[in-house]
């Protein structure tokens, strides 16, 4: 069983409802539950309003540029298709264009336009998805470092070993985030929340890593290349993290090849800049 969730037309040639369209696949089959309409003797079938797709699934959107880099993947199991929202309660391995993860439990509401009727094909986007709990997420900085050169008098970070052969992207050292959850992704401001026992660390091919601590940690997104045009719940193109901001109590920054041993109770961190501040009420 195949569903495609096609959004409204808006003015969309035919191979952008297409390529935006909500994609999911059971090749296991599917129980789908009908409105009262539902007269398969008489040729009518009315409208889906919920269901269960079985066994493995994946759901994928292409979003608005043609190539990957905006894409959504999710593979999981045994989902439930409601009105307005696709969840399970199962193990999931997701990508959100460059940034991949996994977690258990999905839920993903969806965007609907005032006036919509009850069929599960009327979405028009996605407003928000969440993972409940067990969160690890592979995020893309788009080279800013993870600990701000300041905060060790401007010292820059660890050089990266030369490599032979083809030369690898600057910010080629990964940054993985885990926490306890829930995280959500809210599509419609472009912000990336994970919440309990976060902890964020960049990976170095040489010697220790650099690592983040905090209760709740929000990663915000905007448009880099898109034309703005897209509309609440379909981003307009590839997002770029430009901001970050982390609370607990205490936040902890721990840098070890810059000599950064910080705690605050909120780091406010602009990525595009470098500026960052860490505030604190704690005693010394």
């Not at 472009?190 to 010697?207: E, I, K, M, S, W």
């Not at 070890?256 to 910080?262: C, E, K, R």
């Amino acid at each position: 069983c195949t569903i495609i969730l096609f959004p409204e037309d808006e003015g969309k040639t035919e191979a952008e409802r297409n390529r935006e369209a909500i994609v999911l696949r059971a090749p296991e089959g599917a129980v789908i539950r009908f409105d009262g309409d539902f007269d398969p003797d008489h040729g009518k079938f009315g409208d889906p309003v919920g269901g269960e797709l079985l066994g493995p699934i994946t759901i994928t959107c292409d979003r608005k540029l043609p190539g990957p880099e905006d894409d959504l993947r999710i593979v999981t199991r045994d989902v439930r298709l409601d009105h307005d929202r696709i969840s399970t309660p199962h193990q999931v391995e997701f990508q959100v264009g460059e940034n991949h993860g996994t977690g258990r439990g999905l839920d993903i509401e969806l965007l609907r336009k005032p006036g919509a009727k009850h069929s599960v094909l009327e979405a028009d986007g996605i407003r928000n998805l969440t993972l409940e709990e067990r969160v690890q997420m592979h995020v893309e900085l788009g080279g800013a470092e993870l600990v701000p050169s300041q905060f060790a008098g401007g010292q820059a970070p660890p050089a990266k070993p030369e490599i032979q052969g083809p030369t690898e992207p600057e910010d080629s050292t990964p940054v993985v985030v885990t926490c306890a959850g829930p995280f959500q992704l809210d599509a419609a401001t472009y912000t990336a929340v994970f919440h309990r026992d976060v902890d964020v660390v960049r990976l170095y091919p040489q010697g220790p890593s650099d690592q983040l601590s905090c209760q709740r940690l929000s990663i915000f997104f905007e448009e880099q290349h898109g034309d703005g045009a897209a509309g609440e719940g379909q981003f307009a193109g590839k997002l770029a993290a430009k901001r970050l901001e982390a609370i607990g109590k205490p936040v902890v920054i721990e840098a070890p090849q810059m000599g950064v041993s910080a705690r605050g109770e909120l780091l406010q961190y602009d990525l595009k800049t470098g500026q960052a501040t860490l505030t604190s009420s704690l005693a010394a």
